[in-house]
Structure formats: C-alpha cells, structure tokens
C-alpha cells in the first residue's frame, strides 16, 4: 500500500458516508413529509443529517455517527428505519448491510473476505457444453468471464475469442466497439457500474477489483461519472438487446443463477421466447456457425487433392 492509499477501514468508512449521503440526497424534505420554510436555505441537496435522524428515530448525534461509518453494534431497527427514510430498495439495503457490517467487524474477520474466483470446476464446464441451443457465460463478481460455451462466444464474438482473460466491465468502457453490441449501452453501462459496486461492497478489500475500479475510473469519464453516483443493483433478470454482425439485432431475455453460496459468481443464460425473431436469428446463428466449421474442416481436405 501506498501513502497516497488510504487504510482499508478508512476507505469503507468513506463508502458509507458516500452512499448515505447520496441516499439522502434524492429526497427532499417534502417528499419525507418534513415542514419546510420559506426563508430555510439549503446548502446540501434533499436531506440534512439531523432530518435523516428525525426520520430514522435515532438522535443526531448517533446518525451523524453512523454516517461517517462508526458502525459497531447497529441494531437491526436502525438499519430497517434507515432503509425506510431513505427509500433504500433490496439492492441499496444489502449494500448498506454489507458496508456496516465491514466495518462493524474486528480486524482479523475483515481480511478473511475470500476473494472473487477466477476459474470454475470442470462440472460446471460440462454443464455450459450441455446447453447447446442456449447461450450460457459464467461470470464472477468482478465481471471476469470464467466460462462460456459454444453459442454465448457466438453471441459475444469477437469479443470472446481469445485466450485472454476477457473483463465485461472493461469491453463496456474501454472498447470502442461496445456502443454498437449494445443497443442500449447506457443502461448496460449504469448496470456494470452498479454491479461493480455492489460487489465491492460485499467483498472491499479484493486487490484486483481495486485494480479495476482504479483502471476504469483513470481510462473512462463514463465510468468515473456513474462511479462517484454509489448506485448498486440487483441484477438477476432482464433483458439485453444486443446487435449482432451475423444475425442484426437480438432482444434477449436472461437469468442469472448463482453458482457459489459465499461468493457471487453467476451462470448468465439467455432465453428468448420460442418463436420469437431472436429465437430464429439464435438458431441460424448456431447453424451458420457449424457450416463455417465444416468448411474450415474441408478446406485442408480440398488443398490436399489438388
């Protein structure tokens, strides 16, 4: 660690100020049911703390404790009247949850966090190859791409064709060619950043996503912009719409299964509805794909005979 870094307690502290105060940012007094005043300036945006108090039920004192990340021994009260003043949804209470308990926890249990895996076990691997007419990736909490098989490195070629370790999060702000895989890069880029932070709210002291996140933010104006908003997401279904330069444009349908009970590593499958455009342009695109092996299969055969 450099002098430049701050401590690791130190750093999760600064993330539950953040949140909370971003938190109390989007509310106004009014939409709290709070008395406002007309000569009453405010300097801050939505709520002060000592009104985030009132509302919580707690003395200002304690919350202003509380937001600057004292957290040893809140009781779950607190936290479900925190959650209601400030219209924290399941995502931003888990957060919040994981970001208190950090750093809540005695020194030696904060180190203990295991980190987000980089590999999957061979059952897994065999799963993903008996799934052949549906695109399946594995992903960990970093966004790293553990695994996919043969029709989700179809859907998302080029990009997964390498040897390389290849990172969801750096293909969203770092590849120029994101902006035309995704039709609604926006939303795909407030979603990344939200799991990214989500995650390291979960496990903060894991080196290599501090790399990313630190990366991102020196590269990418789109990701420190979405960064600095502490936004977190639950992200187990959707919809991502894709443009394919095969098949055009896919409106795909997803879930997201967790694989790990401790960690948050996810299978990723995508599931249009039968009948629909993007179930045809998956199974053309399938079938495209085992004509350009066959050819490439004959093409030395060919050579040979000539």
Same mark, same amino acid.
């Given at each position: 660690?450099?002098?430049?870094?701050?401590?690791? !307690?130190?750093?999760?502290?600064?993330?539950?100020?953040?949140?909370?105060?971003?938190?109390?940012?989007?509310?106004?007094p009014?939409?709290?049911?709070?008395?406002?005043?007309?000569?009453?300036?405010?300097?801050?945006p939505?709520?002060?703390r000592?009104?985030?108090?009132?509302?919580?039920?707690?003395?200002?004192?304690?919350?202003?404790?509380?937001?600057? #990340?004292?957290a040893?021994?809140?009781?779950?009260?607190? &936290?479900?009247?925190?959650?209601h003043?400030?219209?924290?949804?399941?995502?931003?209470?888990?957060?919040?949850?994981?970001?208190?308990?950090?750093? #809540?926890?005695?020194?030696?249990?904060?180190? !203990?966090? +295991?980190?987000?895996?980089?590999?999957?076990?061979?059952?897994?691997?065999?799963?993903?190859?008996?799934?052949?007419?549906?695109?399946?990736?594995?992903?960990?909490?970093?966004?790293?791409?553990?695994?996919?098989?043969?029709? #989700?490195?179809?859907?998302?070629?080029?990009?997964?064709?390498?040897d390389?370790?290849?990172?969801?999060?750096?293909?969203?702000?770092?590849?120029?060619?994101?902006?035309?895989?995704?039709? $609604?890069?926006e939303?795909?880029?407030?979603?990344?950043?939200?799991?990214?932070?989500?995650?390291?709210?979960?496990?903060?002291? $894991?080196?290599?996503l501090?790399?990313?996140?630190?990366?991102?933010?020196?590269?990418?104006? $789109?990701?420190?912009?979405?960064w600095?908003?502490?936004?977190?997401? &639950?992200?187990?279904?959707?919809?991502?719409?894709?443009?394919?330069?095969?098949?055009?444009?896919? $409106?795909?349908?997803?879930?997201?299964?967790?694989?790990?009970?401790? +960690?948050?590593?996810n299978?990723?499958?995508?599931?249009p509805?039968?009948?629909?455009? +993007?179930?045809?342009?998956?199974?053309l695109?399938?079938?495209?794909?085992?004509?350009?092996?066959a050819?490439?299969?004959?093409?030395?055969?060919?050579?040979?005979g000539?």
């Open positions: 660690m450099t002098a430049a870094e701050p401590r690791p !307690r130190d750093a999760v502290r600064a993330e539950i100020r953040e949140f909370l105060s971003t938190r109390r940012a989007r509310i106004t009014e939409q709290a049911g709070l008395p406002t005043y007309g000569n009453d300036r405010r300097r801050v939505g709520l002060r000592e009104e985030a108090a009132l509302l919580v039920g707690v003395s200002p004192q304690y919350y202003i404790r509380l937001e600057r #990340g004292d040893t021994g809140v009781s779950e009260s607190v &936290i479900d009247g925190i959650a003043a400030l219209r924290l949804d399941d995502a931003e209470r888990a957060h919040l949850l994981d970001l208190l308990r950090t750093a #809540g926890a005695p020194a030696r249990a904060r180190t !203990r966090r +295991t980190p987000s895996p980089t590999r999957v076990r061979p059952t897994i691997h065999r799963l993903l190859e008996a799934m052949p007419t549906v695109p399946a990736v594995v992903m960990n909490g970093r966004l790293d791409v553990l695994a996919a098989n043969h029709l #989700g490195r179809l859907l998302f070629s080029p990009w997964y064709d390498t390389q370790p290849v990172n969801n999060a750096r293909l969203v702000f770092l590849d120029p060619r994101a902006t035309s895989l995704f039709r $609604d890069w939303a795909v880029a407030n979603d990344t950043v939200a799991l990214l932070r989500a995650e390291a709210g979960r496990n903060p002291y $894991d080196r290599a501090s790399d990313l996140v630190g990366e991102l933010s020196t590269r990418s104006e $789109d990701f420190r912009v979405r600095a908003a502490h936004d977190v997401r &639950i992200h187990n279904t959707g919809l991502k719409k894709l443009r394919h330069a095969v098949v055009g444009d896919l $409106d795909l349908p997803f879930e997201s299964l967790p694989l790990e009970p401790s +960690t948050s590593t299978l990723v499958t995508y599931l509805e039968p009948g629909t455009p +993007t179930h045809d342009a998956l199974a695109l399938a079938s495209w794909a085992t004509s350009e092996t050819a490439a299969h004959r093409a030395p055969a060919d050579e040979q000539r």
